[in-house]
């Protein structure tokens, strides 16, 4: 896909998902054939540091344009692109209406406005089948280079099917390149990319960063170790590599046993231990003693 100043290897993306998508393993994703990596939802007004060595698109949740000129005055050079999310349904978007909330069209004009003016990268915007779509698609195609849709409304969240026939009316009408969220896996993903300009890899590549080395046939092959390199160097906390080793376990063998151990592990070594299997008692033993105390 070309784009302002931007070619992509390939149109095959890691989609934004909430707390699976630290660097590390953007950084994976992105070695094993990601076209382009998202960061999770961020707010312009958040002070955390954002570590960004896999020059993704920074996608961004705001209900007004307070803080978005600032925030990415800081981050545009170290992003490929932006993105401003009016797709996402949980409930905490519902209780700050934003993401897939926020239906007001003067808001939404006036952020994509701020942020077209902020930056000559490409920018797109993320949004679900809803009662504004079209009037959306009309202000994506005034600011924006092209638009991500995942074809769900907010009340399916992610069950379900795709309005598959929905998407390809919407494809026809946009003006810009239409990037498909929903469902991609590796069966579907070549019957897709025939119909849509995109497509996002979301909860298929949760733990799994080799499906894109599979689908581009790729040599790569990305383990759990590599993670943890990664996780080292960009020193992530221990809940957060403890919540990815659950993932990364469930191509493992007796996965659900190792994901039961992994609750009570209390650091790295521990950790690692139970992954690859270099202990097994001790565990067993401290799960059967709380059980116990049931």
Known sequence: MKLRRLKTKNNIFLAPLEEVNDIAFRLLCKKAGAGLTWTPLTSPLSPQKMILKDKPVLQLFATSTNGIKKFMKKYNRKVSAWDFNLGCPVPTAKRHGHGAF?????????????????????????????????????????????????????????????????????KKISKIPVIFSGNIDE???????????????????????????????????IEFKDYLNLADKYKLRFRQIKFQAMQFSKGEKKSRSKRAKMVYAKDRKELEDIFYDKQGSYYESKIKAAVSKY
């Open 102 to 170: 926020l239906k007001d069209l003067d808001i939404i004009e006036e952020i994509l406005k701020t942020m077209r003016e902020n930056t000559k990268k490409p920018l797109f915007v993320k949004i679900r089948k809803s009662d504004i779509s079209y009037e959306v698609l009309y202000l994506a195609q005034m600011y924006c280079d092209a638009i991500i849709i995942h074809p769900r409304t907010i009340g399916q969240m992610y069950s379900g099917e795709p309005d598959i026939k929905w998407a390809k009316e919407f």
């Open 187 to 221: 069966k579907n993903v070549t019957s897709f990319l025939n119909d849509f300009d995109g497509v996002m890899i979301g909860r298929k590549a949760i733990g799994d960063p080799n499906i894109f080395s599979r689908i581009l046939e790729q040599k790569e092959k």
